[in-house]
C-alpha cells in the first residue's frame, strides 16, 4: 500500500525555520519524483519544490526560492524540506506527493500525503 506521510509543521515565529519531512513506504521512494505543494486558506494550491529520484535535479517556486531547500535520504525512503526565513505568508498545509515525472505539474502526481500545517505567527 503506497503510503506518503508528512510530519515537522507547527507554529514559528516570521524568520524561524522548520524541516518539514515526507515518508514513503509501499514503493521504492528513489524511483520516484517528490514534490512538495502547499495551500493556504481560500487560496489555490501552489507548487513548492520538487526533488527527482536522484536528487540531481530539484526545483523551487520564486516565492520560496533562496529559503528553502529540497533533499532525499532514499535509504530512508525519506524526503525534507528545510524551510528558513519563514514569513507569515508560508503559512499554509503542506503535503508531498509522488509523481514519475520531472514536473511541478500536480496532475501528474498520483499519491498525495494527508499534509502537515505549517504556521508563521509573532
Known amino acids: 500500500q503506497v503510503q506518503l506521510v508528512e510530519s515537522g509543521g507547527g507554529l514559528v515565529q516570521p524568520g524561524g525555520s522548520l524541516r518539514l519531512s515526507c515518508a514513503a513506504s509501499?514503493?521504492?521512494?528513489?524511483?520516484?519524483?517528490i514534490g512538495w505543494f502547499r495551500q493556504a486558506p481560500g487560496k489555490e494550491r501552489e507548487g513548492v519544490s520538487y526533488?527527482?529520484?536522484?536528487?540531481?535535479?530539484?526545483y523551487y517556486a520564486d516565492s520560496v526560492k533562496g529559503r528553502f531547500t529540497i533533499s532525499r535520504d532514499n535509504a530512508k525512503n525519506t524526503v525534507y524540506l528545510q524551510m528558513n526565513s519563514l514569513k507569515p505568508e508560508d503559512t499554509a498545509v503542506y503535503y508531498c506527493a509522488r509523481s514519475g515525472r520531472v514536473t511541478m505539474r500536480p496532475e501528474f502526481y498520483d499519491y498525495w500525503g494527508q499534509g502537515t500545517q505549517v504556521t508563521v505567527s509573532s
Open positions: 509501499g514503493f521504492t521512494g528513489g524511483n520516484y519524483v
Open positions: 526533488i527527482s529520484s536522484s536528487g540531481v535535479v530539484t
